[in-house]
């Protein structure tokens, strides 16, 4: 993928951007772990991938992933998901409260902070983790 989607930004610009937006590019990255990871592993039919791979995307569980991934965080990630989840969202979720709300764009947002300063490997990392529990 590294050759289709080149990521033009460097690191300091990517802390200037919203944490929102960091959020908006970690739940199209997460996203595509998922499905990617669910059609290595399975072989599911195009609606049955979908209704499974809700199980991963949808708010509750990326809270849920968050907290557990929390003590394996570093400093500097976890202020990226104080940043984002404290971000005023004046979004209103529909499947979820307020609460699983917040800590699911603050997990996107480290995804996606993650992915824009391009470090890959610790991506791989935390996929790991999380997979691994």
């Known amino acids: 993928m590294e050759e289709f989607i080149k ?4 690191p300091e610009d990517v802390n200037l951007m919203s944490p929102l937006t960091w959020a908006y590019v970690g739940d199209c990255v997460y ?5 990617t990871k669910l059609i290595n592993e399975t072989n599911l039919k195009p609606h049955n ?3 499974e791979s809700i199980k991963y995307v949808k708010a ?3 809270a849920e ?3 557990k991934l929390m003590e394996h965080l ?8 104080r940043r984002t989840r404290n971000t005023q969202n004046h979004h209103l979720p529909k499947n979820s409260n307020v609460t699983e709300y ?6 996107e ?5 993650l992915y824009l300063t391009k470090q890959n490997k610790r991506l791989d990392e935390i996929f790991n983790i999380i997979f691994e529990q």
């Open 7 to 10: 990521i033009e930004r460097n």
């Open 31 to 35: 996203e595509l772990y998922i499905r």
């Open 49 to 51: 991938l979908h209704i």
């Open 60 to 62: 509750k569980a990326q």
């Open 65 to 67: 992933i968050l907290e």
């Open 74 to 81: 570093n400093e500097e990630e976890k202020d990226i998901v």
């Open 102 to 107: 917040m800590y699911s764009t603050a997990f």
């Open 109 to 113: 947002g480290l995804i996606g902070y």
